[in-house]
Each structure stands twice: as C-alpha cells, then as structure tokens.
C-alpha cells in the first residue's frame, strides 16, 4: 500500500468546499479520493489524533502522527465507503482513532495482567472531556453500552471525548443543530455518570 503522504500534496479546495469537491469527484475510486482526503484534511487528522492521545498516558508509545497513518490506514481498506462530505471522513477517521488506542490499551493489558488497574471515578463528569488519567476501557465499554440507548448522542460523545471536538464541530459532523448536540451531552453526561458510578 502507497503512503498517502508521500507525493507532493495537490492544491485542494479550502475545507468548507470539500463536500462540493467530492460532489465534483464522485466518479473517481473510493481509495483514490480517500487518498486525496487525507492529504487534504492531514491537518485536522492530527489535530483530532492529538485530541484523542491527551486522554492518554504522557508515556504512550503512538504519536499523533503515527495515530493519525494507522487510522488511515485502516479506512483505505475500507474500498466500498463513499465518502459524503469532510465530517464523514472525520468522523471515520475518529472512530478508528478510538479503536486503535483501546486495542493498544487491551494489548498492554493483557502483557501486564499483574499490574493492578487504577479504578474509574467520575465526579460531574465535567472533567470527562480533560482529564487524562480515566480508564479508556471503561469508557469505551460505556459509550458501546450508550450506543445503544442513544446512538446519535453517543457519537456526540466520541466525537468530543475521544476526539476533541467543540459542540460546534460536533454539530457540523453530525449534521444536528448546536442545541441539539447540547442536549444530548446533558443526556449522555447523567447516563454515563451513572453508569461509571460517578
């Protein structure tokens, strides 16, 4: 598999007109203009993989840059997925994000099954989007658990937690009002507080 970064990067469209600029390219193959959207939105790949690591620990073995290729990566093998607009992609390329870093988090696990876990506390739920130091699994398993209560507000929550988001991004993404992305936060911040036994 080519490296996506490794020619020169084509002038493309600003941000705002990506959709407009996949509309233009819907005929091309999915990997070619999955290849091109990477290039383009690089950027915001490692803004959004810099989101994801700060919940991590400072000794973490993947940089932002190797988080943002692996999930890359993992969307190319993706051939039939057509891409509608950069929100889609974000949002994607996030999801993948989360997947990698709790199997990387299970792996060390299961190599230092002796080590005891620093139990999971939630007081308000308002460090949620900040604090680096909450068990990962746990709130994956949570947010696994919340998708299906309410999956819209759940992405909303991965989209924030996991990858750093503002409500308005998130709004954007998920094509929703930004009152709409605020009461599902205040939805998902009660379920989730009870459900970690915050």
Do not use: C
Not at 53 to 68: I, P, V, Y
């Amino acid at each position: 598999m080519n490296d996506p970064t490794a020619a020169a990067t084509p002038a493309f469209p600003g941000l705002g007109e990506v959709t407009q600029w996949l509309s233009a390219h819907a005929d091309e193959a999915s990997s070619a203009l999955g290849s091109q959207l990477f290039a383009m939105l690089y950027d915001e790949l490692r803004r959004l993989a810099r989101g994801h690591l700060r919940r991590e620990d400072a000794g973490h073995t993947l940089s932002a840059t190797a988080l943002s290729h692996e999930a890359w990566f993992r969307m190319a093998e993706q051939s039939r997925t057509q891409w509608r607009n950069r929100g889609h992609f974000l949002a994607v390329a996030s999801i993948m994000m989360r997947r990698i870093l709790v199997n990387h988090e299970l792996a060390r696990r299961a190599d230092k099954r002796d080590a005891e876990l620093v139990p999971l506390t939630l007081s308000g739920l308002e460090g949620l989007s900040q604090s680096p130091d909450r068990d990962l699994v746990a709130v994956h398993e949570a947010l696994l658990a919340f998708e299906l209560v309410d999956a819209r507000a759940a992405k909303g929550v991965e989209l924030r937690f996991f990858g750093g988001l503002e409500n308005e991004e998130i709004a954007e993404v998920l094509g929703v009002s930004l009152a709409t992305v605020k009461r599902d936060w205040t939805l998902a911040r009660a379920w989730l507080h009870r459900e970690l036994g915050g």
